[in-house]
C-alpha cells in the first residue's frame, strides 16, 4: 500500500499515474483476447469448449441448462438465501421502473404528427462473473433493468462451476429476474459467441455485464460487430475522508473491492494524518481475518494507495481526475459534497452507506464503468436495453407551407433528388 504524504502537484502526479494503473496489462491482454475472438469466429462450439478447458480447467457438463434444471436446482438454494435475494431484487426493481421512459406522440393544430416509439431490444447477452467467486447479484443487476426496458429475449452467459456444473445460487438468481436461457461459458470466448453467434449460442444485439479485464477487452473488441453497455472491468474504490472519519470503517471499505481481483484498486483520499495512519493500521489488523487474504493483499501493493490532500476541494479535484466506479464521502457533512463530484459511477455517502451496500441490496446498479471511463459512461440501467425510433406524418398543406425552406436547404447541399421528391409534390 502506497502512502503519498503529499497533495499539491506530487498528489496529482500520483493520481495520473494510478489512471494509467493497468497500460501495460492492456497491452499483453489485448493480443490474447484478439486471438480468442478470431477463434471463436471460425470454430464456433469447438474453440468455445477448448477455450474453456484452457482458461478454466473444466468444460461445462452441458453448455446450456433447461428451465427444469434451472428450477430444480434453484429450489434446493438456501430459503434464508432466496428471501434475502428477493427483498434485494425488489430494491433493484424498484429503483429501476423510475428510469423508464415513455414512448410520446405531438400533435399539432396543422396536423402534423411526429414521434418517439421506445422499445426493449430484442436479444441481449449478460455476462455473469464467475472466475474467483460467483455473482448472483450480478445476475438481478444486469437482468431486472433488461426486463423492465422489455428486452425479448435474455440469454446469460457464466462460466462452470465446480466440477462443470452449474452454481445454484446463480440459477436462482436467473429465476427471480427472469432470464430465459443461460449457457455455462464465461471469459473472452463467450463474449465473443454471444456476438458471432455459435452452434449452441444465439447471436445477440448487445452484450452487458461487468467481467475480469478479458472479459472487459473482449467486449471493447466486439463493439461494433454488437453493442456493449460499457468498460465494467475489475472493480475500483475511491474513499474521500475528512478527520470526522471512521478508520475502522475506511479499512473495510477498500478491502471490500480489493477482494474482487489482483487487478482491483483501492485508494483513500483524506485531509487527516492521523484518519491516513489509523486506516492503513487497520487494513493490515482486518486483513488477517478475511478469506481472500492473498488477493486483497496484491491488489492493495499494485493498485492502493492513501493520499493526504491539503483540504477537501483538493479531494474532490482529484476525484473528478480519476473518475473512480465508486466514490464513498465519509465526512461530517457529505451533502455538501454531492454537487461537486462530476465524474463517479456511483457515490455512497456518510459513514453508514458502506460500498456493498450498493453491492447487493440498495437499489441503484453495481454494474458501473471502471478505468476512469465514469467520465463519459454512466451506470448500467433500463436505458441501456432500449432503442428510440421517431415517427413524422405531414399533412399535404402542412408539407407546402414548408416546402420553400426544404427546397433551400436541399439546393444549397446540392442535392437535386431531394429537391425533386419536394417538386413532384406542389
Ligand atoms: N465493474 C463492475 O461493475 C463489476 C461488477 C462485478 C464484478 N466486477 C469485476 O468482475 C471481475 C470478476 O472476475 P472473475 O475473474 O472472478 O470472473 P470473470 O467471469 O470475469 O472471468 C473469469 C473468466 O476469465 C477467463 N480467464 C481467466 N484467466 C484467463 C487468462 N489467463 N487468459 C484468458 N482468459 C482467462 C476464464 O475464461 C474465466 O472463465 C472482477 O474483476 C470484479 O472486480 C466488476
Ligand atoms: N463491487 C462489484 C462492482 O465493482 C459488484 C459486486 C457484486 N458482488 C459483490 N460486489
Ligand atoms: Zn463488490
Same mark, same amino acid.
Request: hydrophobic share 40%; charged share 25%; with cysteine.
Given at each position: ?113 411526429? &414521434? ?107 463493439? &461494433? ?119 463517479? &459511477? ?16 440498495? &437499489? ?63
Amino acid at each position: 500500500m502506497r502512502i503519498v504524504k503529499e497533495g499539491g502537484r506530487i498528489g496529482l502526479d500520483f493520481i495520473k499515474q494510478l489512471k494509467l494503473r493497468n497500460e501495460e496489462t492492456n497491452k499483453q491482454v489485448d493480443a490474447v483476447v484478439s486471438e480468442i475472438i478470431d477463434t471463436v469466429r471460425t470454430d464456433g462450439d469447438k474453440a468455445l469448449l477448448a477455450y474453456t478447458q484452457k482458461f478454466d480447467g473444466r468444460i461445462p457438463e452441458k453448455i446450456e441448462i433447461d428451465k427444469t434444471e434451472i428450477k430444480d436446482l434453484a429450489s434446493r438454494c438456501d430459503p434464508e438465501f432466496l428471501k434475502a435475494l428477493q427483498n434485494a431484487a425488489e430494491n433493484i426493481r424498484d429503483f429501476h421502473m423510475r428510469q423508464k421512459q415513455q414512448s410520446w406522440l405531438n400533435t399539432r393544430p396543422d396536423g402534423v404528427i411526429m &414521434g418517439q416509439r421506445i422499445r426493449g431490444l430484442s436479444r441481449v447477452g449478460i455476462y455473469v462473473p464467475g472466475g474467483t467467486a460467483a455473482y448472483p447479484s450480478s445476475v438481478l443487476m444486469n437482468a431486472i433493468p433488461a426486463k423492465i426496458a422489455g428486452v425479448g429475449e435474455i440469454i446469460m452467459v457464466t462460466p462452470p462451476g465446480k466440477g462443470g456444473k452449474p452454481n445454484p445460487d446463480i440459477l436462482a438468481a436467473a429465476l427471480i429476474a427472469g432470464v430465459d436461457r443461460v449457457f455455462l461459458v464465461g471469459g473472452a470466448q463467450a463474449v465473443a459467441a454471444l456476438a458471432f453467434g455459435t452452434e449452441s449460442i444465439p447471436k445477440v444485439d448487445k452484450i452487458v455485464g461487468p467481467g475480469n479485464i478479458y472479459v472487459a477487452t473482449a467486449k471493447k473488441h466486439l463493439y &461494433g460487430t454488437v453493442d456493449i453497455d460499457m468498460i465494467a472491468g475489475p472493480s475500483e474504490i475511491l474513499i474521500i475522508a475528512d478527520e470526522t472519519a471512521n478508520p475502522k470503517f475506511l479499512a473495510a471499505d477498500l478491502m471490500s473491492q480489493a477482494e474482487h481481483d489482483v487487478l482491483a484498486s483501492a485508494i483513500l483520499l483524506t485531509t487527516s494524518e492521523k484518519i491516513a495512519e489509523q486506516t492503513v493500521a487497520q487494513l493490515y489488523e482486518q486483513m488477517e481475518r478475511l478469506s481472500r487474504k492473498e488477493i486483497i493483499r496484491q491488489s492493495l501493493d499494485r493498485f492502493g494507495a492513501v493520499i493526504q490532500c491539503r483540504n477537501m476541494d483538493e479531494a474532490v479535484a482529484f476525484a473528478n481526475e480519476l473518475a473512480p466506479e465508486h466514490l464513498e464521502i465519509c465526512a461530517a457533512n457529505p451533502m455538501e459534497y454531492i454537487g461537486k463530484i462530476n465524474n463517479a &459511477g456511483s457515490v455512497f455517502l456518510g459513514n453508514y452507506s458502506p460500498e456493498p451496500l450498493g453491492d447487493y441490496y440498495a &437499489g441503484p446498479n453495481h454494474v458501473l464503468p471502471t478505468s476512469g471511463t465514469a467520465r463519459f459512461f454512466s451506470p448500467l440501467s433500463v436505458d441501456s436495453f432500449i432503442k428510440k425510433s421517431s415517427f413524422i406524418y405531414y399533412t399535404e398543406e402542412a408539407l407546402q407551407s414548408a416546402q420553400e425552406d426544404i427546397l433551400r436547404l436541399a439546393r444549397a447541399e446540392g442535392l437535386t433528388a431531394h429537391a425533386n421528391s419536394i417538386e413532384v409534390r406542389r
